[in-house]
């Protein structure tokens, strides 16, 4: 059985790769690469080249096919699940990463032209225990109710503080408009975002 | 998704050589061309990425804009020159897509942007933009948000991006490079072809040619402009109908207007009928009615989309106060 403070995450993952208590491995073995990326791709005859990226400070390098999203490779090859997949057609945000500090949907997303760019996911935003602010203001106005879009949200919402577009409830609520949530947890989400951008500029 | 190859040239001419490849295609920031490769409706064996071919400029003379094809949307929308000096453009692009996909898609692909009408992006159904010859199901069926300008009995999708509208209502041009030729500059309203009996062919590009920068001239119409986009929600949405208008009024009286609608035709759509009607009368909300009207002037609209004759012209009414206040 699992501790009583064993995270979702870890349970979930049992077995796996752990991300949360450990590093993200800095190489990713190319066979188990292959192998994922052609999980996904099973008539693949294309190239699998190796390409390195940056992940939440980390490197990792990996093979992988043109064809592979960020999203795909983040979360099948990487285990990297907090980002996660609602529409794969980037209508929902749910799959929302920075790229080079600018939001982005990682769907729409080819892993392979990410190499030499820094990539940061829910995962990174954390300083060891320390929930990055916006995390802790999710938490503290209930910003979710499933949660399945909270980190897209909350990595929208990291975003939107940093690029200023925090001056009322509407221009948050327009500049929040790429990430959906099913559950209407919009106002408590307004509230979390308002709190952390209110803190910075006080 | 097919799989594909993935070439990514530094330069032009590398990225011409590399299009030699049969059925290669040129890919951009990708937020509509992932979509496509997704849903199988392009399969090509071959993708050239032209991000390294840098082109991001965004630069101002008094008399021009310039907007290198790879400008994210996101810095385009921002340029404090492209705010003040050609204000629908940025207008245009802030009531575009979302903000995660303005920082990923570009001023070259968002002119680009294939119809989003419901059987063009279903390979279930007939198309003939699709699949030539096969059918359009479009005209008798769900054409709702389709064209009620230019279309065709073979094809009455419309285009779907914002940004073109203002650039083709500020006359915009684009410069072109292509294999073994010098750079070319045509208006951007030639880029487009109406689909006729050939809907499948969309542009006048040449083979393996790129957009390499637009440009827009500077008129005291640019400055006082307005972009104008109806839709199903209130952010996040194609528009319904839209309109580009920039008005330059001196001393009470429009001594020069553009106007341009979107999601009405197969392309942006420039209302010279309202123009006319503008230049030479006075700046009054009656006389802006009366122009607006003529909107819909020569309008096909079909079963699903009568509503938009009303809508087009509402549109450029409300642009019309908007820009001259």
């Known amino acids: 059985m699992p501790r009583a403070d064993t995270t979702r995450r870890e349970l979930l993952g049992a077995g796996a790769v752990c991300v949360t208590a ?27 080249t ?3 990226l940056q992940i939440n400070g980390q490197s990792a390098t990996v093979g992988i096919e043109p064809r592979v999203s960020l999203l795909d490779l983040l979360r099948e090859t990487l285990e990297l699940t907090g980002t996660k997949k609602g529409c794969d057609h980037g209508s929902c945000g749910a799959c929302t990463v920075h790229i080079d500090g600018k939001r982005v949907v990682s769907c729409l997303t080819l892993a392979s032209r990410c190499e030499g760019k820094q990539i940061v996911t829910i995962e990174g935003l954390a300083d060891g225990d320390r929930l990055h602010p916006m995390q802790a203001a999710f938490l503290e106005h209930d910003g979710y109710q499933c949660g399945y879009c909270t980190p897209g949200q909350i990595m929208s919402a990291v975003a939107l503080t940093r690029e200023g577009h925090t001056g009322s409830d509407d221009e948050i609520r327009e500049w929040m408009s790429g990430n959906i949530c099913r559950c209407g947890a919009y106002p408590n989400i307004i509230a979390a975002i308002r709190d952390v951008a209110g803190a910075r500029e006080g | 998704m097919e799989n ?15 299009m030699r490849a049969p059925g290669a295609m040129y890919i951009a920031g990708g937020t509509d061309m992932m979509q496509l490769l997704r849903d199988n409706i392009i399969a090509p064996p071959g993708l050239v990425d032209l991000e390294n071919l840098r082109m991001t400029e965004i630069s101002s003379t008094p008399d021009e804009l310039r907007l290198g094809a790879l400008a994210t949307m996101a810095d385009v929308a921002a340029n404090p020159a492209v705010r003040s000096g050609w204000k629908a453009i940025s207008e245009a692009l802030l009531s575009a897509a979302s903000p995660q996909i303005r920082n990923m898609g570009t001023v070259g692909g968002n002119l680009l942007q294939r119809t989003r009408c419901p059987y063009f992006r279903d390979t279930g159904s007939a198309c003939n933009k699709r699949v030539p010859d096969s059918g359009c199901p479009a005209i008798e069926g769900d054409n709702r948000d389709l064209s009620i300008f230019g279309g065709s009995p073979s094809c009455i999708a419309s285009h779907p991006s914002d940004m073109p509208v203002a650039l083709v209502a500020m006359g915009a041009r684009i410069v072109l490079r292509g294999p073994g030729q010098q750079e070319r500059v045509i208006p951007l309203r030639e880029l487009y072809r109406l689909p006729g009996d050939t809907p499948w062919v969309e542009t006048n590009l040449r083979p393996r040619e790129i957009i390499v920068a637009v440009l827009v001239p500077a008129s005291p119409a640019a400055r006082a402009s307005t972009y104008v986009k109806l839709r199903d929600r209130a952010s996040f949405a194609f528009a319904l109908t839209s309109a580009a208008v920039g008005l330059h009024i001196e001393g009470g009286i ?33 006389s802006f009615a009366e122009a607006a009207a003529r909107a819909a002037d020569g309008a096909t609209p079909v079963a699903g989309n009568r509503f938009k004759v009303d809508l087009a012209a509402r549109t450029v009414a409300r642009a019309l106060q908007i820009a001259a206040a």
């Open chain 1, 22 to 48: 450990g590093a993200l491995a800095t190489t990713y073995p190319t066979a188990r690469a292959r192998a994922a990326a052609s999980d996904l791709s099973p008539a693949g005859e294309a190239p699998v």
């Open chain 1, 50 to 52: 190796p390409i390195t």
């Open chain 2, 4 to 18: 594909f190859t993935l070439a990514r040239p530094r330069s032009l001419d590398e990225s011409f050589a590399a």
């Open chain 2, 254 to 286: 429009v001594r020069d207007a553009c106007v341009a609608l979107g999601g009405v035709a197969p392309m942006p759509w420039r209302a010279e009928a309202v123009e006319h009607a503008l230049r030479g009368r006075p700046a009054t909300e009656a």
